[in-house]
């Protein structure tokens, strides 16, 4: 029996719930089948039918570098026969840390963890100890991972499957979490330990913050007393040297970091202050641990994929992600559809509607109306991958040329024709 992406969905779904182990993976929001891929290479992604897709999802940003580059392969077969796991420190630990915190002024320690969901988990937990207080604010449509306390009107997974926040959460475990409406201000008062942002909303497609709010913010959690978190999971290390604190210019006391800091492997991280990291045991009292923290694949992948990431890299990412959004734009002008394709720096967004959503309802009523399923479809068709729902950022890599791009937006001319 030949290997199909039907066959092996079928086969998925009856050990794995969904056939997949994340949600958006199952096409639930744009209906069919998967792909299955069985390799990756460059911008390119290979299904197990041995079709050839120009890849936008790439890992959901990761692998920013491009599917399997030769320096991140070379350094994980280097580290990999060294051995996987000792329960002991590296010496990569200590240049990753070094390498994240020289980008990121105000940043003197880091923690490294294994997903974006732990790096923000215990970002809380330390904002919680820190401050000594209980509240946190988050924003509507922005995704923090799928700890309980913030797994209320998340953006991404969550917001395809319509679901306010998940079964299986309960009331106390968000009790002490307020959600606010992303770009605007909101009250803080003095039980607040830490309001939680993404700088750039990329979980409800792409949003970015509305002049004044990320300054705001600031201030607002400066009267307070209040910590200010920087969910950069995505943006760090995407969108410039720095991610968005240098972007941006404000500064938060505390940042979470994923994705891209991995290489393709599992990591997160979160780090602040000598004095608010200070907390942390074994340093002090608020705990935190993890079996493969710091693993050594990991932090040789990450730390290669880092050396890669130059202010020539991100000119060059930013300039690839232009040509893609300005082409896409035009395309879809060019045959009437209502479309914006927003881009700040490297990272695009894709909406069907009139204007670019300000906040989570806005950007609901456009991710919702059902024109991105169709476009998804046509693009699939065409052997190009985007993400199989509407709420997810595109990602070029570095490893997409021209070529690919230009190949992207002949098929985005023929599939908007059809919308
Ligand atoms: C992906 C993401 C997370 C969660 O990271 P995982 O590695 O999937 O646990 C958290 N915050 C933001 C902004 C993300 O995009």
């Known amino acids: 029996m030949t290997t199909t992406n039907a066959s092996l969905f ?29 390799r990756a290479e460059g911008p390119f992604v290979y299904d197990v039918e041995g079709r050839r897709y120009i890849d936008y999802v790439q890992s959901y940003g990761p692998s920013i570098l491009g599917h399997a580059h030769p320096a991140i392969i070379g350094a994980i077969q280097d580290a990999a026969v060294r051995g996987t796991s000792y329960g002991a ?29 732990e790096a923000t988990m215990s970002a809380i937990r330390l904002a919680r100890g820190a401050t000594g207080r209980d509240k946190i604010i988050k924003f509507a449509g922005n995704y923090h ?18 679901l306010v926040g998940s079964e299986g959460v309960t009331a106390g475990a968000v009790a002490d979490t307020v959600v606010a409406p992303y770009n605007v201000v909101p009250e803080i008062d003095e039980s607040v330990a830490v309001v939680c942002v993404e700088p750039i909303a990329a979980n409800m497609g792409l949003v970015g913050p509305a002049p004044g709010f990320l300054e705001g913010l600031r201030d607002a959690c400066d009267a307070a007393g209040a910590l200010l978190m920087f969910d950069e999971v995505i943006t760090g290390f995407r969108l410039c040297r720095g991610g968005a604190a240098e972007w941006f210019g404000v500064q938060p006391d505390i940042w ?47 730390l290669t994929a880092m050396q890669h990431l130059t202010v020539e890299a991100y000119d060059e990412l930013a300039a690839i992600a232009a040509r893609l959004a300005d082409g896409m734009q035009a395309a879809f002008d060019t045959a009437g559809v209502a479309a914006v394709v927003p881009r700040i720096g490297p990272l695009v967004g894709l909406f069907f509607g009139d204007t670019a959503p300000t906040d989570f309802d806005s950007a609901k009523a456009i ?24 709420y997810e950022a595109i990602f070029p890599s570095l490893a997409h040329t021209d070529a690919e791009i230009d190949e992207t937006l002949v098929a985005v001319a023929e599939v908007a024709a059809g919308l």
């Open 10 to 38: 079928e086969r998925a779904q009856a050990v794995i719930p969904g056939g997949v182990n994340s949600p958006v993976r199952a096409f639930g929001s744009v209906g069919g089948i998967p792909y299955f891929v069985a």
């Open 89 to 117: 420190p590296t010496e990569n630990e200590v240049l990753i840390a070094e390498e994240m915190t020289s980008r990121v002024a105000g940043m003197d320690k880091v923690r490294l963890v294994s997903s974006g969901t």
């Open 145 to 162: 991972g799928h700890s309980d306390s913030l797994l209320v009107a998340g953006g991404s997974g969550i917001a395809q499957q319509g």
């Open 256 to 302: 979470c970091f994923g994705k891209v800091i991995g290489g393709g492997l599992p990591m997160g991280a979160f780090g602040a202050s000598h004095q608010i990291m200070g907390n942390l045991a074994p340093l002090g009292g608020v705990y935190q641990a993890g079996t493969l923290s710091g693993n050594p694949l990991a932090t040789a992948a990450g």
């Open 367 to 390: 991710c919702d109306n059902g024109v991105y399923a169709k476009f998804f479809h046509g693009m699939l068709d065409r052997g190009i991958t985007l993400a199989p729902g509407a």
